[in-house]
């Protein structure tokens, strides 16, 4: 591979990354969120997989290939499972009807996020700018927008995708950056992250129990 | 090699004790497998802090995974006391639960695994050699409470447990992600690859660090390590998570999971002084600091729920330990652990008692409960002696922590920060006696007065150890003088 082919590779994955995030901003509709969510994962995958090609690091292309089985695969199954079927009871409960901020200003304010995002990552360019590293900005957009899903949804579906997408973005800092965390660490940080997912799902169920729905506005009985 | 078992107890203990859970379930000759792994874990705890303090050195296990030094092993002490005063109150507790029909035996089983499950984890974050297993422990703490938090399946235990989960989380990915970053510094300031998380390793190179990522790097890990600390601006959570788990659960998170937390800001402190100056963690800390108390005080002022008063009070004394650690002189640092250690056994022994007035009354509302001094005076008792230890009265040990603290602060130059906070805790003191004013003393409630306020033994053994520790700190800190000033030196004060 050589060195133009590499950098269009990795800036074609990290566009895609990019995309999806934005995306979910645009759709209403949850298994829409959920796939663009999948598509997000595979690029987080590709990006690891180019990475870990050009340098020639069969342990980098492993840790890309299962990355991509977790967050395109098995989360995003996840939280489909948890979706009330289409045309059942619950059929309402699989759109975002009322988001606070509604999509068009949304995506007005990706477009502001990606500026903060551009001017927050000056400093970690500086220090090594390599064509990976210049491309962190894309991950930390998607870091905010994650941020403003989570704000801004009232679905509990929608929030885990949002905590998903920072997470996301999370990990492609970290390849980015560096070659990732220690082994060790990323086990671990997966782990946790498929057991918050498993957590959430229970309680989106008791949520659906208790409150009859997966409203967030309904989650008033505590406060000051 | 038998070092090794110490460092290995304090997590391998709980572990055992919870496939013991997951095993045989809760029942009557399993009810105090938990009560024996705290104190087998505290006996280590002890145990490493006279060798740590004796030999003045760091202890390894698992090829260097885990490490122990005095810090690490005072840290431990206020887990296992703190875990053992709840795990000795947990089995009437959890009887009590069952006559009223407010758990079932799976519920209860699950209390077991959940419990052990989340004291190892604790251990598992003060012995973590690398700040990368650190948070994955401080995650993994909030992932086995969530079902605690949730355990009673109402609405507002499942909205606590959902505001739980999210909130942590994502605040707690903040720290990941200056970890990421502080990753990315150390492999460019020449870190060896396998060390370039490790705190000890990290101080060491700290002067050759990038401040331009570094800036960033432990700005979001004090934001993210913070919200599981339960420091504003991120402490959403913390009142709702306290006031619906089960009593000795609330114990646990209140008295020690914050501390935990903020033991990981600590640790990092001691690399960003080197790497910045000691000024850019100072100036964050105190800001955390005094925001805290201030939310402390001002929801303090109208607050008509005991469990969430004991919350607030957290929020309270978590931003006093801040300020204590942007002061960071030696002194300083050695009255902020004191705090810990009297905080967790202070605020346990209030929790748990809170647990049988809640469960006599049958609600968590202040108004509801009204002369308890004359229905159940030994309750009451705990109760107002716990207030007054939190409320920093002498002869308790935050008393003397706090005088610590305020005349490190004005020795170095923030007199200005301790003033202000000082002035906001007489807001809180007299919010806070107001309150237990009304639920101690004056008349029992017409119809309520026949609702018998239970106290057993097991239940009070904990929390009058709890508070006669606390007391005894408070007038001589005798062999733990000599922990403190060892593991506040590791702070990176005095230097």
Known sequence: ?224 | MDHQILVLAPVGLPVLAAAGYAVFGWRRATAWLGAAAAAGLLAAAIALAVVTTREGRAFTALGGLLRADALSAFMLIVIGAVALAAMVASPSYLAAELAARHTGPRATRRYGVFTQGFVAAMALAVLAASLGVLWVAVEATTILTAFLVGHRRTREATEAAWKYVVICSVGIALALLGLVLAHYAALHAEVPEAGALDWAILSMYAADLDPGVMRIAVALLVLGFGTKAGLAPMHAWLPDAHSQAPAPVSALMSGVLLSVAFYAILRVKVIADVALGAGFTRTLLVVVALASIAVAAALLLAQRDYKRLLAYSSIEHMGIVALGAAIGTRLAMAAVLLHVLGHGLGKSALFLSSGYIHQGVGSSRVAAVRGLARRAPLVAGAFALGLLALLGMPPFSLFASEVGIVRAGFSAGLGWAVVVALALMLVIVAAILGRAGRMLLGPPAPDGGEAAVRFPVTAAVPIIAGLAACAVLGVAAGPLATLLETAAELTGAGR
């Open chain 1, 1 to 224: 591979m050589s060195e133009s082919t590499y950098v269009q590779l990795l800036d074609l994955a990290c566009g895609a990354f990019l995309l999806a995030g934005v995306l979910v901003l645009w759709r209403r509709d949850l298994t829409a969120i959920v796939r663009l969510f999948a598509a997000q994962g595979a690029a987080l995958a590709a990006i690891v997989i180019v990475l870990g090609v050009w340098q020639g690091s069969a342990e980098l292309v492993v840790v890309g290939v299962a990355l991509g089985g977790l967050r395109a695969g098995l989360l995003p199954y996840l939280i489909l499972r948890a979706l009330p079927e289409r045309g059942g009871p619950g059929d309402g409960e699989g759109r975002e009807t009322q988001p606070l901020v509604n999509v068009a200003t949304s995506l007005v304010a990706a477009a502001v996020l990606a500026l903060i995002a551009y001017a927050v990552s000056q400093p970690l360019i500086r220090l090594a700018p390599s064509p990976a590293a210049q491309a962190v900005p894309v991950a930390l957009t998607v870091l905010l927008v994650g941020f403003f899903v989570l704000v801004t949804r009232r679905r509990a579906l929608s929030q885990v995708v949002g905590f998903l997408l920072i997470d996301n973005a999370i990990t492609a800092t970290a390849f980015l950056t560096t070659n990732g965390v220690p082994l060790v660490v990323e086990l671990g940080v997966s782990l946790d992250v498929l057991l918050a997912v498993l957590v959430l799902r229970v309680l989106t169920t008791r949520m659906r129990a208790a409150f009859g729905g997966t409203d967030l506005d309904e989650l008033r009985e505590l406060r000051d």
